[in-house]
């Protein structure tokens, strides 16, 4: 059974960082890419980031150069740093998987499916 377990999620100050983890158990990680997405209240959810199975990582341009997606398959995980934190940042941050595809080219929701509980990032001071 496929499980997806994000943690990492915190309160940080504007201009802060956290690092993201998602744990993936019940699949064979480096046949899969991997997305990460945040949800605000009232707004829909939206791509972050995704990285390939070989790597190859793609970002949304709110978060391009601030933020970075690896991946550790001997670990059975992914990461998401998370540098100078904005309050628009503030979400709910999910990871997926994609079961069609081992590359990263989208970042809609409805391209991935399964998805974990997400974990809460808030940016305030």
């Known amino acids: 059974q496929l499980q997806l377990a994000e943690s990492g999620g915190g309160l940080v100050q504007p201009g802060g960082s956290l690092r993201l983890s998602c744990a993936v158990s019940?699949?064979?990680?480096?046949?899969?890419?991997i997305g990460w997405f945040r949800q605000a209240p009232g707004k829909d959810r939206v791509g972050v980031s995704c990285?390939?199975?070989?790597?190859?990582?793609n970002y949304a341009d709110l978060v391009k150069g601030r933020f970075t997606i690896s991946r550790d398959n001997a670990k059975r995980t992914v990461y998401l740093q998370m540098n100078t934190l904005q309050p628009e940042d503030t979400a709910i941050y999910y990871c997926?998987?994609?079961?069609?595809?081992?590359?990263?080219?989208?970042?809609?929701?409805?391209?991935?499916?399964?998805w974990g509980q997400g974990t809460q990032v808030t940016v305030a001071s």
């Open positions: 990285i390939s199975n070989r790597g190859r990582a």
């Open positions: 997926a998987v994609d079961f069609d595809s081992d590359v990263c080219a989208q970042l809609k929701p409805y391209e991935y499916d399964s």
């Open positions: 019940g699949i064979t990680l480096d046949l899969y890419a």
